[in-house]
């Protein structure tokens, strides 16, 4: 499974031209893709109007999305952000640590355009696709 965060379903819903967004509309169809309930939030909260949020839902909906919420998953992914402060390395977002951690512990590769995410994958092993 391939988690698409929300910074390339920005651009794929701007309509931006960038490897990402080239490799998740290539592969919409023939992957198997999802995205967490906080990923949901962020791109639903970057649209404007409610009609335009009804279709980005229905769209996002037909892909598989993830609860991640919990007691544990907030603990290993304070655990992650202390571990990557640790090594020099200060994640920015707390969603951005949540989406990781939940990619890492559920073994779900990561489709994103986001520079937080870099220590994740160089410190704590976490799947990300480079198109």
């Known amino acids: 499974m391939v988690i698409v965060d929300t910074t390339v379903w920005i651009d794929y819903l701007q309509a931006v031209n960038n490897p990402e967004t080239d490799w998740l509309d290539a592969e919409l169809d023939r992957q198997r893709l999802g995205l967490t309930d906080v990923i949901l939030c962020e791109v639903l909260q970057g649209v404007r109007d409610d009609v335009v949020a ?16 919990g007691v544990d998953l907030a603990r290993e992914a304070a655990r992650n952000y202390r571990t990557l402060r640790g090594r020099g390395h200060t994640v920015r977002k707390t969603i951005d640590c949540l989406i990781a951690t939940f990619c890492i512990r559920e073994q779900h590769s990561l489709l994103h355009r986001d520079r937080d995410f870099e220590p994740f994958e160089k410190f704590l092993e976490l799947s990300v696709i480079h198109p």
């Open 54 to 69: 009804k279709e980005v839902e229905q769209k996002l909906f037909k892909l598989e999305v993830f609860e991640t919420g």
